[in-house]
């Protein structure tokens, strides 16, 4: 029995795992997916791994909160001297600014936590940047991060907000009197509570006559979400001096930090707090993206069959083409007529000179030969199958995906391309019919190998025998009336007959067998090209349906890994 991985080890594969897991199908639990996949790849690398390789690390606090909660003035406060800007127009993205003693520069200077941003000193460096301030003044052991808001309009903003709370050891959320209801605050309030982070809110710009109330109307809000024992600290709205908050105001929050930076067993209890409420977060919040992928699988499975069926019914069409009769119609039919129905090809088989008659036909007539005319005439009429069946495969496989999850996405505008052949559909059945007439021919030859066959076979022609068996291919009739039958189905037999006379009874029928066989093998590898251009968006865009499964285990795994630390 293996024993389970170490934390790390097991929380890097969860993290490969959900970072690799593709989520691209547009089905209806995907975007909240990508965000959970998001949330916990960037907690495992901004937190979770870096707290782990140092447990007695500075505690990083983040203060965070609504648009104009002044999130910038309570930090500075706490500093007692400005070292963040307010964003004075909205919205602003800057760069966040974290503030730490000179004493653990180190911790915050490389990459231990937040790897993605890049550090800057001396002022703002932009987006994916943090602006590092080292002070004497601040305590070693505390570190407080200026975040952006968490409901800005701005989109990079609001996720930076959330990333730079999911790494934090500890929230201070900043929200005011007049806000502290409204339901952004709320929503990660509850995302706090469910991931068990350690967590104080500051009631900022508060009238001094109605404190008492609104902080016990917060307190009981917060008891009610299950997030009872909160520390709450409640600023009084009044003048700030030199833009900061009276000491008087912001005393209490500053003391309770520095306790917890002097008091290594209260910061360890506070890491500890964080650290096992988002390592028990994980198993549900992958389990959001596992069932997302699950619904992918389902999508994909689902988009492939209707492409299946629609190019199944397609080759239905096309055999259903092949065997009915109904190619014998029209420039077909007065081709074959011209070509047995005379008989002039039996007179000239018999004359042994029918192909050197018909050769000086042609040349002082213009026209080919009988042989070549219904030739060309079947060429023309299976071709014309062949498209007129993947046309209807095409549009039918896009009337089917725009009524699926993750169909209409997938068609992305294509849908009037997408709903008739590919463009080099054409050129590619007529080669593939080309050849198949010349696999018939091959055919004629291989069976009139023995001396018998041979001799007839040569007087009667390759070309002319070859003819007779494509038309048996297509002569079951069914889908001709009237006088199209007497006249194809007679002349079908007299050639027929023609056939046995060389080759015999069973081989004739062997030979037609044969012969419908390759054109049915090559009208499918037609329609599986033409199937391949919905299938191939498909496989794209759909997770392998062992990625499921691959971040259960790695669930388990790190559940094991947890029991065993």
């Known amino acids: 029995m293996t024993s389970p991985p170490r934390l790390p080890e097991a929380l890097t594969d969860l993290r490969d795992r959900l970072a690799a897991a593709p989520l691209l199908l547009a089905t209806p639990a995907r975007d909240d997916a990508v965000r959970a996949a998001r949330g916990v790849v960037d907690q495992i690398d901004d937190y979770l791994l870096p707290r782990l390789r140092d447990l007695d690390a500075p505690l990083l606090t983040v203060v965070g909160g609504s648009t104009g909660a002044g999130k910038s003035t309570l930090v500075n406060s706490l500093i007692g001297t400005p070292v963040t800007t307010a964003g004075v127009l909205r919205p602003t993205t800057r760069a966040p600014v974290l503030v730490c003693s000179r004493t653990d520069a180190a911790s915050f200077s490389g990459d231990r936590v937040l790897p993605g941003l890049a550090r800057v000193t001396g002022g703002d460096g932009g987006a994916g940047t943090v602006q590092l301030v080292v002070r004497d003044d601040v305590p070693a052991g505390l570190a407080l991060l200026d975040a952006p808001d968490v409901d800005s309009v701005v989109a990079t903003n609001r996720d930076l907000a959330a990333q730079l709370l999911a790494a934090a050891d500890l929230w201070v959320f900043v929200t005011t009197a007049a806000r502290y209801a409204d339901a952004v605050p709320w929503d990660l309030l509850r995302t706090a509570q469910e991931r068990g982070t350690a967590l104080a809110v500051v009631l900022d710009r508060v009238p001094p006559e109605a404190a008492g109330e609104i902080a016990a ?38 003391t309770w930090l520095h306790a917890l930076a002097a008091d290594q067993e209260e910061r360890a209890a506070v890491v500890r707090q964080t650290l096992v409420g988002a390592l028990g977060s994980l198993e549900q919040r992958t389990g959001v993206v596992v069932a997302a992928v699950d619904e992918q699988v389902g999508a994909a499975g689902a988009l492939r069959a209707a492409a299946a069926a629609a190019y199944d019914s397609a080759r239905d069409g096309v055999d259903e083409g092949v065997r009915s009769g109904s190619l ?35 040349a002082l007539s213009g026209r080919p030969a009988p042989a070549e005319g219904l030739a060309g005439a079947l060429e023309s009429s299976v071709e014309g199958l062949l498209r007129a069946e993947a046309d209807r495969a095409a549009e039918r496989t896009v009337t089917a995906w725009r009524a699926l999850p993750g169909g209409p996405a997938l068609l992305a505008g294509q849908e009037r391309d997408l709903a008739r052949v590919s463009p080099d559909f054409p050129e590619a059945a007529a080669a593939q019919v080309r050849d198949w007439q010349g696999t018939v021919l091959d055919l004629v030859r291989d069976q009139g190998a023995d001396k018998r066959s041979r001799a007839r076979l040569l007087s009667w022609g390759v070309n002319g025998t070859g003819a007779v068996v494509m038309v048996a291919v297509f002569a079951q009739t069914g889908g001709l009336t009237g006088g199209e039958v007497a006249v194809a189905g007679g002349t079908t037999a007299v050639g027929q007959r023609v056939l046995e006379a060389v080759f015999g009874d069973a081989a004739v029928r062997a030979l037609a067998e044969r012969a419908r066989e390759d054109l049915r093998e090559r009208s499918d590898a037609l329609l599986r090209y033409e199937q391949d251009r919905f299938d191939d968006r498909v496989d794209d865009a759909a997770p392998d349906e062992t990625t499921a499964g691959g971040l259960r285990a790695a669930v388990a795994a790190l559940a094991d890994a947890r029991r065993a630390a």
């Open 328 to 362: 014998l119609r029209g420039e077909v039919l007065t081709r074959w007529q011209e070509f047995v129905g005379t008989g002039e090809w039996m007179r000239t088989l018999q004359d042994r000179v029918g192909r050197l008659r018909d050769r000086v036909t042609a």
């Open 217 to 254: 109307d917060l307190g009981g809000m917060l008891e009610r979400a299950g997030l009872p024992g909160t520390r709450l600290f409640v600023v009084e709205e009044g003048p700030l001096a030199d833009g900061l908050l009276p000491e008087a105001q912001v005393g209490p929050l500053r």
